[in-house]
């Protein structure tokens, strides 16, 4: 039996467990030009709260239907196959669904992975996948930390950020600031992946903070959330800052207008900038080589949390909307 969970109700605001279902059906079977995988692994990220909404669908992924098993990426291996591309015993990285079997077809955003066995296949979910290299492409691409630049990262502690911190530092940023929610992870960030100073941004002394360990201002700031910090952050920002602006996790659960100082971009002579990793598949051997040598090295720490069966998915990615992961959440299936 196939052991699915589905999508029982639209999300209002933070998903809780009940607005999913566990359910049991038949293994499906593959037709042309496709195939039936395992999935062995299965990444919950908040990002895909966006497509839980009614008409959210867009150029990158359709919304999500009710009582159909939920989207997401997986790391699976194919077990019966109908296509040549995809050959039987092959590991793949796909955006499929919280299952534990799936069908794999041509749609599938499927990236064959290496075999390495020094490498956990989970990692292909977290600090060599999308949130990985998510943290690369940012600050490579758009970000360009240099020696003596303050780095700002929020959602710090998160699958992105904790990655984003270490990486920055790896790039020559001197100083790294990180946002998160608890005291806690604050001291785990500064103490274990190498953070200088972290601000919990429940905090009513946010811009006080940013003052006193920002004293030259932000050269980069890193936005994984949007919203109200964005703001925050906009009345620090040095001339010429970069903001790669990778999510958006207070506007997936609130219809909240944006900032409302956004002209500081302008008088900053400021970038931000919007971007996914999809876009720059032809560089995912580049990524996650550069990754895998920094975790060969020892100059960067992966931190995954993971969960045991298809079952726990639910609870466990709207866990993350309630603050309780630190660094990659994975289920392992």
Known sequence: MNTSVILKRRPTGKPVPEDFDVIQGEIPVPEANEALVENLFISLDAGFRNWMD??????????????????????????QSNNPDLPVGQILMGRLAWQAYSIAGQDDFLVPLKADDNVPLSYHLGILGDTGMSAYFGLKDIAQPR???????????????YVAGQVARIMGATNIVGFTSSDEKAS???????????????????????????PDGIDVYFDNVGGPLLEHVLNHINEGARIPFCGAVADYTSKNPGPSNL?????????????????????????????????????????????????????AFSGLFAGQNFGKSVVKV
């Open 54 to 79: 009614e008409d959210a669908g867009d150029d990158v992924l359709p919304a999500m239907a009710l009582g159909q098993p939920v989207m997401g990426l997986t790391v699976s291996k194919v077990i």
């Open 147 to 161: 020696q003596g630049d303050t780095v700002v990262i929020s959602a710090a502690a998160g699958a992105v950020g």
């Open 188 to 214: 785990k960030l500064i103490n274990e992946i190498g953070y200088d100073a972290v601000i919990n941004h429940v905090s009513d002394d946010i811009d006080e903070k940013l003052t006193e360990y920002c």
């Open 263 to 315: 002209f500081k971009l302008v008088t900053n002579s400021a970038r931000i900038q919007g971007f996914m990793t999809h876009h720059n598949v032809d560089r995912y051997d580049e990524a996650r080589d550069q990754l895998i040598a920094w975790v060969a090295s020892g100059e960067l720490t992966c931190c995954e949390q993971l969960y045991e069966g298809v079952s726990s998915c639910g609870a």
